[in-house]
């Protein structure tokens, strides 16, 4: 977004029309330097934590939240990742508002440019793209055969029982013959 669009956003969120409207409505917007387009971020951040009307959270909550968000442990990490935080003093419960505003706001930007990312990386997609449906019809053939195999291992479970029982009752015949052989000698 265009400092410009920060401008505007910022202004239709206040309901002010110029900057010397809006720093005179909201006190921690007059610290701010309005001539960087950060500094329209953090005040379009801290307009939208402000006059949103979410519940009210904790200062361990909204740690959380922007950590989870940022991906970070700490707040060294989270200010050197995040160059627009450097100079948030998180002891204040409003800087994490404030940071947590910014990194929900550029989710979307994320999103928008997963879906139109720069010609560069769009061959880098497809190939990945490639290689997943690559992997998955593999994938597929490799569960086929799986089950082809155990298939044919249940079959020849099964006939080797069968040829077990078969040999068992020729054991079984052959020890009747023998028998039988034996009493007709004794006869």
């Known amino acids: 977004m ?5 401008k505007a956003k910022a202004y239709g969120l206040a309901g002010v029309s110029n900057t010397q409207q809006l720093k005179a409505k909201y006190q921690p917007i007059k610290d701010l330097n309005l001539r960087l387009t ?10 939208e934590v402000n006059l949103s009307p979410n519940p009210v959270k ?7 939240e922007v950590y989870a968000l940022a991906q970070v442990t700490n707040t060294k990490t989270l200010k050197t990742k995040y160059t627009a935080l450097r100079s948030l003093n998180f002891s204040f ?3 994490w508002k404030t940071a947590l ?4 706001a550029d989710q979307p930007d994320f999103q928008s440019w997963l879906e139109n990312p720069p010609e ?4 880098l997609f497809k190939d990945i793209e490639a290689t997943s449906v690559e992997f998955s019809d593999k994938l597929e053939k490799a569960k086929y055969l799986g089950q082809d195999a155990l298939t044919m291992a249940e079959s020849l479970e099964q006939l080797a029982e069968e040829a077990q029982a078969e040999a068992e009752q020729l054991r079984q015949d052959a020890e009747t013959a023998a028998r039988v052989a034996q009493q007709a000698k004794l006869n």
Do not use: F, H, P
């Open 2 to 6: 265009g400092i410009n669009d920060l």
């Open 38 to 47: 950060s500094s329209w971020q953090q005040a379009v951040a801290l307009l």
């Open 58 to 64: 904790s200062i361990a909550d909204l740690k959380t």
């Open 93 to 95: 419960k409003s800087s």
């Open 101 to 104: 505003a910014l990194l929900q």
């Open 120 to 123: 560069e990386y769009r061959e």
